[in-house]
């Protein structure tokens, strides 16, 4: 059965604050750890009052203090907002303290509004190939150093961190194709173009000495509950954060709602039915087929899973209930 791994906002439930979220983060991972999932991601976001993880890495080391066996990692980090040399340091680190479970997702949005991207790069001036100068730059600090080399990331150079590119078009399909990298494809939000980039990527894939067969990973949604209705009250609470933030009315998780339909215009739910179109939602059953058309479907190799849910034991659940039919589909295949 297709392997899962989680992936991490950090959310701050309406009513909590961010040490809290960042408390729950680390909880969730020892509990993902004893469920067998196999990577632990968190993503970096900034100005968003809903969000705890925009200091990527200084978040993955408290996560990675409170595990023992998880893949930790990035998904991602947003490439335009630093400098290579400071990412290679930052993982280098993290590596260094928890060598073979360290992941390094990359991305080249800014993770952010304009404002936010203005204060944490100071300008907003680039060019088409900056990210791709960039990405080969931070691999390069990861190298064994050579003799006499003058620029070193230490802790960094020499580690073994494996690097992904990730995206929500077909632009980093092919730039993960070209490097012969591993692809993760953001359709729990943006799923339009899915296919396009998974078969541009796997098309156009060039082995590499990191990676000899392309490998796709794609982010869906799932809230998973003892009963059809419960799973969807829960998924409400990401319909209205989806809702808020397309609104430019960013804000903490909000708390699920019974009456959600009489809360969405035609525009709204249009909206909703096209960024969360990936989405499984449901009790044990449901949550089973929808795992199983997805896979089959998509043919990913992994799949990245994510569950905004307001109450966090109600969110180990959901991940717990879905642990229980991957291993159970597991044994059967």
Not at 32 to 60: C, D, K, Q
Not at 139 to 145: G, K, L, Q, S, T
Not at 163 to 183: D, M, R
Request: hydrophobic share 45%; aromatic share 6%.
């Amino acid at each position: 059965m297709i392997p899962l791994s989680i992936l991490d906002l950090s959310p701050i439930p309406e009513g909590s604050d961010a040490g809290q979220a960042l408390r729950n983060s680390a909880d969730l991972a020892r509990h993902a750890e004893g469920l067998g999932y196999g990577r632990f991601w968190m993503a970096e976001h900034h100005n968003m009052p809903g969000i705890a993880s925009a200091a990527t890495a200084v978040a993955l080391a408290h996560v990675a203090a409170a595990t023992s066996t998880i893949r930790i990692g990035a998904g991602g980090i947003m490439l335009p907002n630093h400098a290579p040399l400071m990412v290679a340091e930052q993982f280098g680190t993290l590596a260094a303290l928890h060598p073979g479970r360290v992941d390094l997702g990359l991305g080249r949005a800014p993770g952010s509004d304009q404002r936010a991207a203005m204060a944490i790069r100071r300008n907003l001036a680039g060019e088409v190939d900056d990210f791709p100068r960039d990405v080969m730059e931070l691999m390069a600090y990861f190298e064994p150093a050579q003799p006499g080399q003058a620029l070193r990331a230490v802790p960094g150079e020499g580690l073994d961190i494996p690097v992904w590119i990730l995206g929500s078009s077909t632009y980093g399909a092919q730039l993960a194709a070209a490097l012969g990298l591993p692809y993760a494809f953001a359709s729990h939000f943006a799923p339009e173009q899915m296919r396009q980039a998974m078969a541009i990527y796997r098309e156009r894939f060039k082995p590499a000495a990191r990676l000899a067969k392309p490998h796709v990973m794609l982010g869906v949604n799932i809230v998973a509950a003892p009963t059809d209705a419960e799973a969807r009250f829960l998924f409400t609470s990401l319909q209205q954060s989806f809702l808020n933030l397309r609104r430019g009315r960013p804000g903490k998780l909000p708390r699920p709602v019974e009456d959600m339909a009489s809360r969405i215009d035609p525009h709204g739910q249009a909206m909703l039915d096209h960024a969360l179109a990936c989405a499984i939602v449901g009790g044990p059953e449901t949550v089973r087929r929808g795992l199983q058309a997805f896979a089959a479907e998509t043919g990913a190799d992994e799949l990245m899973v994510t569950a905004a849910i307001h109450d966090h034991e109600l969110r180990k659940r959901s991940y717990a209930i879905l642990a229980g039919l991957h291993q159970e589909l597991a044994a059967a295949a």
